[in-house]
């Protein structure tokens, strides 16, 4: 029986264009003043160190660590530090009201009604955890961060790797079993099945639903079955 939802975002809960389209050209066309405004806040130092330290470039070269950003941005790396700088980039933005979080109605309706019914909510996201709860705080549906008990990034391993899947499990401290995945990546879901949850390849952009015998293959949150 199925008593925990862990749900990927771009692509899921959420159109993929808000995510390429807004927030990714809104951090690129701001990282480079937003770095060189915020060097000495620690948050930042923290990030900026761990892009010279995996870029191999000097801490004290603001450029090149611009540079470096830029590249991964356009690239759509998933590297932790850079997308904790997104995270902080985005928070102005969102402050700012220059754009709200796109969520499908359907993804919205169901998680409502998940929570409402008691089942616990989780969010897996290669976007920083920062970033995550401004998405669902500054989004079209409200300030959804309610509905949530907690959120994993790539601090947990990638999402291709079973064993992250395992350490969220550990984490959300139910049986493995009892936890369903949604994702728009197959990759993502067979890593999650890898180490045991129940799974949803959520398939938003097919015109016909492809099928796979590990998991749930739905267009939509409508059609998602909690018992099996």
Not at 8 to 25: C, K, M, N, R, Y
Not at 187 to 196: I, R
Request: include cysteine.
């Amino acid at each position: 029986m199925i008593k925990a939802i862990l749900t990927d975002i771009e692509g899921t809960t959420s159109s993929i264009q808000f995510v390429h389209q807004v927030l990714f050209p809104y951090a690129a066309q701001n990282l480079a003043d937003f770095i060189r405004q915020q060097r000495g806040d620690d948050a930042v130092e923290v990030a900026l160190r761990d892009v010279a330290t995996d870029a191999k470039i000097d801490i004290a070269d603001t450029g090149a660590l611009i540079a470096q950003l830029l590249d991964w941005i356009a690239e759509d790396k998933k590297i932790t530090a850079l997308k904790s700088l997104q995270g902080m980039i985005w928070e102005y933005g969102y402050r700012n009201g220059d754009f709200q979080a796109h969520i499908y109605p359907d993804a919205l309706e169901k998680l409502i009604a998940w929570h409402k019914q008691g089942l616990e909510l989780y969010v897996y996201s290669s976007g920083s955890i920062h970033a995550q709860k401004l998405f669902f705080g500054f989004n079209e549906g409200g300030d959804l961060r309610y509905l949530f008990k907690n959120y994993f990034d790539t601090t947990s391993g990638a999402k291709r790797d079973w064993e992250s899947y395992r350490r969220i499990q550990q984490q959300i401290n139910l049986p493995v079993s009892e936890i369903l995945f949604l994702s728009d990546i197959v990759e993502e879901v067979n890593a999650a099945a890898q180490a045991g949850m129940q799974t949803a390849w959520v398939q938003r952009e097919s015109e016909n639903v492809a099928t796979h015998p590990q998991h749930q293959c739905v267009c939509s949150f409508a059609d998602i079955q909690l018992t099996q």
